[in-house]
Every structure is written in structure tokens, then in C-alpha cells.
């Protein structure tokens, strides 16, 4: 007795040091910065992208994630303008902002207009070398009119550009957009009777952290405010990932702490009205506590960083590592004249560790997908269980007066209950439940709908997609991540592939799979290219020009001068000049080079409808892939999805060959019937409800089964005490079912549906339990 | 962009003329102040243009009419042309040819043009600032307004623009940077009737 009380006082000791430890590392990691994170990209597994299509990503991610739009709306267009002005001047205020445009600056245009000026022989448009075949009549009218009139100053530029062909080239490089105007510099475009004029802001980096995240937003939306309040009747349209993010990060911050107090207070009323006493309460916040602590500890040092989504399922971890306390506390209540709590210990001792170990390898098996997020759960999970099961270990014994069982309570009564319906009924009820069952699964599971869309993981509030809509009408750009890469060997090559593809994406607009498209050959046409203009030029002016200047009155000597400094070679517009100069600034980032120096280039593309479609067309050019990361994370998904289903099928061969050891072959079988049918008939259930599956409904399959075959082995294991184990049970299913269907409320679809997965599966698993009544190892 | 600059500057001459009559000691306001009245304008032009690299200066001649449906200018000779200009879009058509819109929106260095040119048509001297540098003189019955832009595109392509008149305006000058020179002589000028007859609407019409 001496020396068990001193072993007891050890293991007390080690258990107070661990769980201090872990307190002291948590509070020492939270007081830094960045410990929290909440961005959904950081969940996704790294692509295996070659090092040029992860650059280009990267790069188009960086663009997309950085970029905030706005309309700002008014009936009085110059109203709409100033309000625009003013909304610019705030935001740049923000340091969290880099730029804002607001004006296309004249300047600006100018210097494009410089750039080019002294290669116009060798960037004609396709229009202007079609008429110079067959209209050279048209093109001298053209530049006849241009010089008589009051209007043209067309004489200036008569010796450089002698039939005004400059600007209409310039012109032409630029992407048609029929939906946006200019005013003044201002960009906008009409709606339901009112002007939006267009403002663009960039943020200093796509990965904001959570402070500097709700640090903007305010701003935006105080600046936003004042706008409205000056002028009545100015509204203004916004979007852009940081909103997204922004208002994902305040729906998971909501959703912790009401998962986590609807818990406790679930809890709380649950042991307040079957125990007569507060001290199973003390044992359970103790255990919540300590493993909450040890969670957090090894997560951050694990990580360096807890991810929002883990905390968001890592709440519904204080209704799973509730459990242990419960049966101890049950057999407790329960036991006889001679329980001690090292008695008590010892009886649920083999139930309560092959359950530990059991849901530690359901969490563990989430780590089969490469997706850090769930490898950050399944570490935060295991810990917080561990915890919890240690500190039953060695605290339970510190309470030497026994509990005593509200005999009226509900969740007894029931338990009473429910286990003499399952006694009463004989082996044919049992078998034709199975039966039963098993034709209902057999029949529903091919069924069931599965949509594998990575969007599930982000929260979609209505008012964003609506303001997003609206933001993609006026621009009449919708652009989402997808583009073109386009490799090859050397710059002249890629800008020929460009061209050559141009011409499939321009079909492609004609048959609206795409709106438009943004390259860098529009800017900078291939050598070949433009030697095929400069030569079409070279020959024009060779055949009209004399003429054309003898009717106008030039003298010989001029006009055989300027014609030979039009048609004197050309020097090539290079890639690199064009990149070094101030023309290229918007558009130098769909440049790339790889590490080997092999260049390589992004087309953006605009309003993609039809994806395959895309993908099919571009298929037959060599060295252009269509990259459309959502695209590939969804078919990642499906994969991970059909891989985890796979997984849990191996996993329940091997568990059934574990327990077979001990209980045999057919017994095992029939412990694991309950945990299998639950996960499958939760599915069926809830593609019944009209929803779609995801891989999160089968990762929660792995918990239904972690924690559904707890109950079978508790009772298993019950030697005959039946009663106090169903007890523990009931208790240990509604605080488990209570936690994760508050997580089926989740605004999140990923989370809702692991949550709504769980929920159910429990319940099915709780009912079917009683299926391994009598089928304990010493009943044998 | 710099058709639009000029439309604007003969929008203001002629506005300008309707009120022929100048004072004794006229002021800059004075004629300021005049352009802002809406009337129809009808006379004929002569228009010369110096282009460096012509041995002679390019010469035509035309009709114009100036009302609230904008700037109806048709040159004769040669070559046969028509152009129409209001704030919002300029028609152009070459002899027989389809009239050629140019949008506001499809040029934007149309814009800023328009802008002033609206501003002038309600005749305000302030919006005339922010654009030009003016100076003004006048000597007896004759006065000079020249025009020196101050903000680009139009500064970059135009040096100075000079407006000169006695009873009407007689004669607009406009200098580019190239040093090229444009020189529009009226004649003929008629406010009446008073308003555009049926006539001269469908000529608008285009």
C-alpha cells in the first residue's frame, strides 16, 4: 500500500511537471507573433509542379492574392470620380498597401508611345497588313484626309510615319475591351443607370497575417465609409482574396468559440445532472486542461504555428478527450462496496488504452494526404488524447471519496434502457439488423453524389460572391488563376509558340469558352513577325510613297531621302528591351526564366467557361499546359479521397486481424460491424440529405471508426458490468456528437461536412454497440 | 489627339466671332465671357498648312457650321471631306466613304480634350487656365489671344496657338512642336438665321 502510494505520488509529480512544461512552452510560443495563421492555402499540399509551372503559379497567385478591386457607383458620373479620388487617398494611407491606381496617367501612354515610335515598321496589326495588300488606295485617302484636316496634326509625323500608321499599331497591341471606358483617365463602366468608376489597390504581400489582415479590412472599410457618408447615393463594389480571407479567418475565430463554450456548457449540464457531485467536473476540466495544454505545446513545437482550422477542429477535441474521465468516473459510480480507485483504474485500464491507441491511429492515418493541415489535426488531436489519458492516469487517484450517480438522470435511465431492449432481443433480431443493414448500405453506397471541388475549403459568404459578380460584370474580365505556360528553348521560339496558340485562343473567344487573353507577343512580336511586317512595309512604301509625295508637292530630293530612311534595315524590338523599358511595366511578370536560363511565359486568360474544353484545344501544341491550380487540387482531392477510402479499408483488415488475436475471427467481425456500418450509413445519410461528399466526409470516417470501435471494445471488455460501461458510453457518444455537430454548423463546407460525418456516424455506431454485448474475450 | 485640341480651339474662335463688335478697350474677359453663348455659326475657310518637308504649303478651303449639335466642318477641295465633332464623339468621312466614329471611350487621349472643350462651351475662363497660358493684347479694333498649353498630350504637341480679330475673328493660328504651322482664314461669317434650319440638321446627321 506504502510503495503504491508513493508510485502514485511520482507519476502525480511527473504528470504536474509535464503539464506546467507544456503550459510554460505554450505561453512563451504565443506571446510571439505569427503563432496563429489562418491562411487556406497554407492547408494545401505543395504542388509537384516543375520549378517553372510553381514560379509561374506562384507569380499569377501573387498577382490574384495581392489585388483589390473597387467600383465605386454614382448616377453623376463626376460625383463617382471625385469619390474615387478620395477613396484612393485613404487607402493609401494604409501601410499594408502598396499602390493604388486610380488614373491611367497621360505620361504613361506617352512613354509606351516612345517605346514603340521607332519600331512601327515592325509591329502592324494584322488589320493594317491586310489592307496594305489589298486597300492601299484607302490607306493614302486615310492619310490624305489626315493632313487637310483642321483636326489632324497628321503633317508633323509626315517624314517618320508618312501614312499615320503608328497610332492604329499601338493601338492594336492592346487586348479589346468593349465593356470599359476611359474618362479623363478614369476607367468605368455603366450599370443599372449609374457609372462605376474603377479603382485597383495592391496589397504588400498575398499572405497577410491575421492582425494585419483585420488591420486592412478596417481601414478599407472605414475609408469605404467616409466615402459613403460624404456623397448619399455613392456606393462601392468590392473584392479580392483579402476579404475572403478576412472574413474566413472571423467565421473560424466565431466557430472556436462557440464550438468550444457550446461544449463546455454541454458538459457541464450533462455531469451536473447525472453525478450528485461537482467532482467528476473537477476531474474532466482538469483532464480538458492538461490536454489542451500538451496539444498546443506540441503542435507549436512541432509546426512553429497553429493554423486557425486545426483550433476549429481541435474545440470538438475537449468532447472526445472527455471520454476516459467518463468511464472512470462511471465504474466509480458503479462499482461496489471495495472499489479504490486503483481498482477502478485497473477495470477499465485495457478499455480505455487499446481506445487511446486506436483513436491515435485513426488521427495518425489522416496524415496519408500530404495536406500539412491535416497533419497539423492529426498531431494536435494525438497529443490533446495523450493528455487527457494521462492525466486520468495519474491524477484520478487524488479523489479517495467515491461519486454517486444521480439515479433519476436521463442519460442513465436511457442507457438502462436501451441496453435491456438489446438483452431482450435474440440472435434473429441482431442477425436481421445486420441483414438489414447491410442491403440498405449495398444499395445507397452507389448512390451517393461526390463533388471533389477545393472550394469546399473556403467559407463563400453570399454577399461576396455577390459583390464579386457584380465587380466582373463592369470589367468584363473574370479572371480566376487559370492560365497558359508556354516554354521553349530560346525567346524568339516562345514568342513563336505564343503566336501560334494566339490564334486557337482567338476561335476560342469566338466560341466563348474563353473572353480574352493577355500575352507578351502582343507586345513583343517574334523576330519572324516582324520581319514579315517590315518587309510588307518595306514594299508598300517602295510602290506608293512617290506618288503618293509627288501629289502632295515634295520635292524629289526630299522624297528620295525619306524613303530611303524608311525602308532602310531594321534593328529587331528584343525581348530584353522591352522588359528594361517603362512599356512594360504592368505586364514584365508573365516573363519567366527557368534556372537553367530557358525562358518562359505566362497567357493570362480571361472568363474561362469550360476548362476541358481549354485543355483539349491547347493539347495538340508542344510545350503549352493549361495550369489551373484549383483545378489540380480538386483532382488532388478526388484522389486523396479514393486513396483514403482505400486506406480505411486496409486499416480495418488490420485491426480485425489485431483483435482476432484476441477474440478470434468471427467475434471480430462482428466488434467491428457497428464502427463499419455507422461510417457507411452516416455517407448514405447524408447524400440522402441532398449534400455532396468530399475527402473530409471520409476523413471523418477514419474518426468514426477511431472512435466507433471504442465502444465496442468498452463493452467487449465490460466483463458482465454492462451497465456502467453503456453509462460511459451514452455519456462519451452525446459529448462526442454534441462537439462535432456543432461543427456541422460551420460556415466552412470542409468542416461542415467532417463535422456532420462524425455526428452521425457516432450516433450509428452508439446504437449498434450493444452488438458486441457477450462477445468479451473471457466470456470465451 | 490633336484633331480633338483643335476641334476645341475653333469651337472657341468661333464661338468667340459670334459677337463680332469688339470695344474700344476690350479685355480678355470680355471675349472669354462671349464664348460661353450658345448661337449657330455658318462662313466659309481657307486653311494653309507649312509642313517642313513640302516645298509649298498645303492649301484648302471649305464651309463650316458651329451649333449646339457641335462642329460641322466640310472641306471641299481638295480632298472632299467631312467631319463632325461634339463632346462625345468625332464622325469622320473621307469623300464617299462609311463615316469613321472615333468614341470617347475607344480613345482615351481623346478624353481630356473633351474636358476642356466642355469647359469652354460654358465659357469659363478658369477651365481655360488650368489647360493654357494666355496672354492677350489689344490695339484699337484688333486683338490677339495666344494660347500656350500647359498640360500634356496637348502640351507635347503644340507650341503655341494664336487667335487674331477686329470686328470678327479673322484668323486662327496654330504652331506644333515640329515647328510645322497651320494658318485657318474665315470669311463669310453669317448668324442667321438663328437657329440650325432643316437643311443644316440632316447635315449633322451622319
Not at chain 1, 2 to 27: C, D, H, K, Q, Y
Not at chain 1, 217 to 237: E, F, P
Not at chain 1, 394 to 400: A, D, K, Q
Amino acid at each position: 500500500m506504502r510503495s503504491s502510494f508513493t508510485r502514485g505520488n511520482i507519476s502525480l509529480i511527473s504528470w504536474a511537471v509535464l503539464v506546467v512544461a507544456a503550459l510554460v512552452l505554450t505561453a512563451l510560443m504565443i506571446s510571439g507573433q505569427g503563432w496563429l495563421r489562418s491562411n487556406v492555402f497554407e492547408l494545401l499540399p505543395e504542388s509537384d509542379y516543375d520549378p517553372l509551372t510553381a514560379a509561374a503559379t506562384e507569380q499569377v497567385d501573387m498577382e490574384l492574392g495581392t489585388r483589390l478591386l473597387f467600383f465605386i457607383g454614382h448616377k453623376d458620373r463626376g460625383v463617382a470620380k471625385a469619390a474615387a479620388d478620395r477613396l484612393a487617398a485613404s487607402l493609401l494611407e494604409q501601410p499594408l498597401i502598396d499602390s493604388v491606381t486610380v488614373r491611367i496617367d497621360e505620361s504613361q501612354y506617352a512613354a509606351i508611345a516612345g517605346f514603340y515610335y521607332p519600331y512601327r515598321r515592325q509591329i502592324l496589326s494584322a488589320e493594317q497588313l491586310q489592307a496594305m495588300a489589298t486597300d492601299a488606295a484607302g490607306i493614302e485617302q486615310r492619310a490624305l484626309a489626315d493632313i487637310f484636316s483642321p483636326f489632324g496634326g497628321g503633317g508633323a509625323n509626315l517624314a517618320t510615319d508618312p501614312f499615320f500608321l503608328f497610332a492604329d499599331s499601338l493601338q492594336a497591341l492592346q487586348p479589346p475591351n468593349s465593356v470599359v471606358n476611359f474618362d479623363d483617365g478614369y476607367l468605368w463602366a455603366a450599370r443599372d443607370g449609374r457609372d462605376y468608376v474603377f479603382v485597383m489597390a495592391k496589397t504588400m504581400s498575398p499572405s497577410l497575417s491575421i492582425v494585419e489582415q483585420e488591420k486592412l479590412v478596417h481601414h478599407i472599410d472605414a475609408a469605404i465609409g467616409s466615402v459613403r457618408s460624404q456623397d448619399s447615393g455613392v456606393d462601392v463594389l468590392r473584392t479580392g482574396f483579402s476579404f475572403y480571407a478576412y472574413e474566413a479567418t472571423q467565421s473560424a475565430k466565431g466557430e472556436v468559440s462557440t464550438i468550444g463554450v457550446g461544449s463546455l456548457i454541454g458538459l457541464l449540464l450533462l455531469v451536473m445532472t447525472t453525478f450528485r457531485s461537482m467532482r467528476p467536473l473537477t476531474l474532466i476540466a482538469i483532464s480538458i486542461l492538461a490536454g489542451c495544454a500538451i496539444a498546443l505545446a506540441v503542435t507549436l513545437s512541432v509546426f512553429g504555428y497553429v493554423h486557425l482550422f486545426t483550433l476549429v477542429f481541435g474545440a470538438s477535441l475537449i468532447g472526445v478527450s472527455v471520454d476516459y474521465s467518463f468511464h472512470y468516473v462511471a465504474n466509480d459510480a458503479f462499482g461496489g462496496e471495495q472499489w479504490t480507485p486503483q481498482r477502478g483504474l485497473r477495470n477499465i485500464f485495457t478499455g480505455v488504452t487499446l481506445g487511446l491507441l486506436t483513436s491515435i491511429l485513426a488521427y495518425l492515418a489522416l496524415t496519408v494526404a500530404p495536406f500539412p493541415g491535416l497533419q497539423q489535426l492529426a498531431v494536435f488531436s494525438s497529443a490533446g488524447l495523450i493528455g487527457a489519458y494521462l492525466t486520468l492516469i495519474c491524477v484520478s487517484g487524488v479523489w479517495r471519496r467515491r461519486m454517486t450517480l444521480n439515479e433519476r438522470s436521463l442519460v442513465l435511465q436511457f442507457a438502462k434502457r436501451f441496453l435491456s431492449l438489446w438483452e431482450r432481443s435474440g440472435p434473429a433480431y441482431r442477425y436481421g439488423l445486420i441483414g438489414v443493414l447491410a442491403v440498405l448500405i449495398v444499395v445507397g453506397y452507389p448512390t451517393i453524389d461526390i463533388d471533389d471541388d477545393v472550394s469546399v475549403l473556403q467559407a463563400q459568404p453570399p454577399e461576396l460572391k455577390r459583390q464579386e459578380a457584380a465587380i466582373q460584370e463592369l470589367l468584363g474580365v473574370a479572371q480566376a488563376g487559370t492560365f497558359l505556360l508556354v516554354k521553349a528553348g530560346t525567346g524568339e521560339e516562345l514568342l513563336q509558340r505564343e503566336e501560334s496558340v494566339r490564334h486557337e485562343l482567338d476561335t476560342l473567344i469566338g466560341s466563348s469558352t474563353i473572353t480574352g487573353y493577355q500575352a507578351i507577343s502582343r507586345w513583343v512580336p517574334s523576330e519572324a513577325r516582324q520581319r514579315r511586317s517590315f518587309s510588307a512595309y518595306v514594299e508598300f512604301v517602295k510602290q506608293r510613297l512617290p506618288a503618293y509625295f509627288e501629289s502632295l508637292g515634295v520635292d524629289a530630293d526630299a522624297a528620295a531621302r525619306t524613303q530611303a530612311k524608311l525602308t532602310q534595315d531594321m534593328s529587331v524590338l528584343h525581348i530584353s528591351d522591352w522588359l528594361e523599358s517603362p512599356a512594360s511595366e504592368q505586364f514584365r511578370n508573365l516573363w519567366l526564366v527557368g534556372d537553367s536560363g530557358e525562358p518562359a511565359s505566362i497567357i493570362l486568360l480571361y472568363g474561362v467557361q469550360d476548362v476541358a474544353e481549354l485543355a483539349s484545344r491547347v493539347a495538340a501544341y508542344p510545350d503549352i499546359t493549361v495550369v489551373n491550380k484549383a483545378r489540380e487540387l480538386s483532382g488532388l482531392f478526388g484522389q486523396y479521397r479514393a486513396r483514403v477510402a482505400r486506406m480505411l479499408a486496409t486499416a480495418y483488415v488490420i485491426i480485425l486481424l489485431g483483435l482476432a488475436t484476441r477474440y478470434g475471427l468471427p467475434r471480430s467481425v462482428l466488434l467491428l460491424v457497428p464502427p463499419v456500418f455507422a461510417g457507411l450509413v452516416a455517407l448514405i445519410i447524408i447524400s440522402a440529405l441532398g449534400e455532396t461528399l468530399n475527402l473530409f466526409n471520409f476523413l471523418a470516417m477514419i474518426l468514426v471508426l477511431g472512435i466507433g470501435i471504442d465502444f465496442t471494445l468498452f463493452i467487449a471488455e465490460a466483463r458482465h458490468e454492462y451497465l456502467s460501461t453503456m453509462f460511459a458510453i451514452t455519456l462519451s457518444a452525446l459529448t462526442t456528437m454534441l462537439s462535432f455537430g456543432l461543427l456541422s454548423l460551420s460556415g466552412t463546407y470542409a468542416v461542415h461536412s467532417f463535422g456532420l460525418t462524425v455526428l452521425i456516424g457516432i450516433a450509428c455506431a452508439y446504437l449498434l454497440s450493444p452488438l458486441a454485448t457477450g462477445l468479451g474475450s473471457e466470456t470465451r | 489627339m490633336r484633331q480633338a485640341a483643335n476641334t476645341l480651339l475653333l469651337c472657341v474662335l468661333l464661338f468667340g466671332l459670334a459677337r463680332g463688335e469688339p470695344q474700344a478697350q476690350l479685355t480678355l474677359a470680355d471675349v472669354v465671357a462671349r464664348l460661353g453663348t450658345p448661337a449657330v455659326i455658318r462662313g466659309n475657310y481657307t486653311q494653309t498648312k507649312e509642313i517642313a518637308l513640302l516645298s509649298r504649303p498645303l492649301e484648302s478651303h471649305g464651309d463650316f457650321i458651329l451649333s449646339k449639335l457641335g462642329l460641322f466642318w466640310r472641306q471641299q477641295s481638295p480632298p472632299a471631306g467631312i467631319v463632325i465633332a461634339d463632346g462625345k464623339r468625332l464622325v469622320q468621312q473621307i469623300g464617299d466613304g462609311d463615316p469613321e466614329v472615333t468614341d470617347d471611350s475607344s480613345n482615351p487621349m481623346a478624353l481630356p480634350f473633351s474636358r476642356i472643350f466642355l469647359g469652354i462651351f460654358s465659357g469659363d475662363e478658369e477651365s481655360l487656365r488650368t489647360h493654357f497660358e494666355i496672354t492677350f493684347s489689344a490695339t484699337g479694333e484688333a486683338w490677339e489671344i495666344g494660347l500656350v498649353p500647359t498640360t500634356e498630350p496637348m502640351s507635347l504637341a503644340i507650341e503655341s496657338i494664336i487667335l487674331y480679330g477686329r470686328e470678327h475673328i479673322e484668323d486662327l493660328t496654330v504652331v506644333n512642336r515640329s515647328s510645322d504651322k497651320t494658318v485657318i482664314r474665315f470669311s463669310d461669317i453669317r448668324t442667321e438665321p438663328e437657329h440650325l434650319t432643316e437643311h443644316e440638321i440632316e447635315l449633322y446627321a451622319r
